[in-house]
């Protein structure tokens, strides 16, 4: 029997283009598996479930950089796996294979629930309303939201709902996390209408409620510098921390949208970092990032998974020029 492989980033983006994708188009759940992990984990097309996987078999990969799982997608075509890549992650050199139907989109003002929107001709658009709203894409989710007819009321909370979900994703492990994703998803997976969903599971009050009390602690948090072009916060290592790390930035860069925002998570051998972009100017963090290793991302949102303490005042100088 054909396997299918779906594979997703574990964030608000990831989860609701998966979702999206299987409200159209269903796979028995006999024949498929769900590989997914935090937000940060994102090499997953080298998990060792994959080496399983043979000629004839379909993978779907959803909201993952081709950069960073190039060589793992190169063997799996060459074992005859057929792939379905959606994206908008910094990509490198996409191959052209036979296997492969790529849709990747790097521009600022996309993510990956808004290229399966447009795959699927808007066919469950309000999804893709939740996942930008989650993704910090305020106006892409109000451009996509405009014809669906929803009041100020209902945007908010779609709004409120992509920052749970997307929350719920950051941590360093799973244990850090309300809910592992792959559960999150199969909770989702029954609704085609996002508000029906916040009515009938309690995973939606338990999450905001965690975010509210998580963002209140960041708050209390000063910055280690503030000007008009960049700041920079730094916060404790702790669980509440890693989870909030995201959401936190996302906040920031609305706040002031003029200015670059940093948030480093203190951890035993450095720091986890999360850039934003200016929302007025959604470029240059994937390049920031990308020159520290483990480092990567989008134009507008990007991160570093381990900073070493040696390397602070370096990142420091590099984030204050780049944005200057």
Not at 37 to 42: C, L, N, P, S, W
Not at 72 to 90: S, T
Not at 142 to 155: I, S, V
Not at 166 to 171: F, L, Q
Request: with cysteine; hydrophobic share 45%; charged share 25%.
């Amino acid at each position: 029997m054909r396997k299918y492989y779906d594979i997703f980033n574990g964030d608000a983006d990831g989860l609701c283009a998966l979702h999206q994708l299987r409200l159209a188009r269903p796979r028995h759940d006999e024949s498929r598996e769900l590989i997914t992990g935090v937000k940060r984990d994102i090499q997953l097309l080298s998990r060792p479930a994959l080496r399983a996987a043979r000629a004839g078999d379909e993978i779907t990969v959803l909201d993952i950089s081709h950069k960073s799982n190039a060589a793992a997608l190169a063997e799996l075509l060459a074992r005859g796996v057929k792939c379905q890549y959606f994206d908008h992650h910094a990509a490198g050199m996409i191959p052209v294979h036979a296997n492969l139907d790529a849709h990747i989109d790097t521009a600022p003002e996309v993510c990956t629930s808004l290229i399966v929107d447009k795959h699927l001709a808007g066919a469950h658009r309000l999804w893709a309303v939740v996942a930008a709203f989650g993704d910090n894409l305020v106006a892409p989710a109000l451009r996509a939201a405009q014809p669906l007819d929803l009041d100020h009321t209902e945007l908010a909370r779609l709004h409120e709902l992509g920052d749970c979900l997307n929350y719920n994703a950051y941590g360093d492990t799973t244990d850090d996390l309300h809910y592992p994703p792959a559960e999150l998803y199969q909770t989702v997976a029954p609704y085609a209408d996002p508000r029906e969903f916040m009515i009938d599971e309690p995973v939606f009050d338990v999450l905001k409620e965690a975010m509210r009390e998580d963002v209140e602690r960041a708050e209390d948090i000063p910055p280690q510098f503030a000007d008009d072009s960049a700041a920079l916060y730094v916060l404790p290592d702790a669980a509440w921390s890693r989870r909030v790390n995201g959401l936190f930035g996302n906040r920031l860069a609305l706040s002031n949208p003029g200015r670059a925002h940093a948030v480093l998570v203190s951890k035993a051998d450095g720091y986890a970092v999360s850039v934003r972009a200016p929302v007025a100017n959604p470029n240059g963090a994937d390049d920031l990032c990308a020159c520290f290793d483990t480092g990567g991302g989008r134009k507008g949102a990007a991160g570093i998974n381990l900073l070493p303490q040696a390397q602070l005042a370096a990142f420091i100088d590099a984030f204050r020029a780049a944005y200057r």
